[in-house]
């Protein structure tokens, strides 16, 4: 198994790159974010996930960790594949659609190509309820031991969505601590959160 693959880029086309590793072209495919990242000629590191079939043995490449998380998570949801998971995180940023999941925003999964109605609904049903599991046993920094204090259901929304990113209790409590409540809408508390985690 592939944790990562890191490279010269030799490659690139739509949905797809190749890195050579020691004399040996390795081809990947990539979300449209993942593809904007990457330069041929230069060396990058793709978090690899791989997809194993009777006539196919096909890997995907990810510039973060937060987006190989949410292609796991993705093609668990039965009815969504490869290359429609890969579609719906080149749509957007993870923490949009996590945001959009946690809201249960169909419009926002379904603008990727390929991803219908049907598609979008299943995949909020599946992955709400996953994120409510991984983000169980989140506090909420500031507002803890407050009954419906200001802001406390965007300081959970925002640690869901963190914690479906593969963030752990720790870091995102730290990383919530002190971040303005009331100045932000939820997506924005996310980006502060994520700030104080690069600092």
Known sequence: MFYYIEGTVTELGSYLAVLDCGGVGFELNV?????????????ARLYVAESVKEDAFDLFGFATKSEKRFFQLLIGV???GPKAALSILSS?????LAMAILAGDE????VAPGVGKKIAQRVIYELQDKIAKESG?????AQAGR????GTDKLSDAAAALAVLGYGTAEINAALRGVDLEALDTEGVIKAALKNMMK
């Open 78 to 80: 039965s009815g969504v």
């Open 107 to 110: 419009k926002a999964l379904t």
């Open 147 to 150: 009954a419906a204090a200001p």
């Open 31 to 43: 979300s449209l974010n993942t593809l904007s990242r990457l330069k041929t000629g230069e060396r």
């Open 137 to 141: 046993g989140i506090a909420a920094p």
């Open 92 to 96: 957007s940023t993870t923490e949009t």
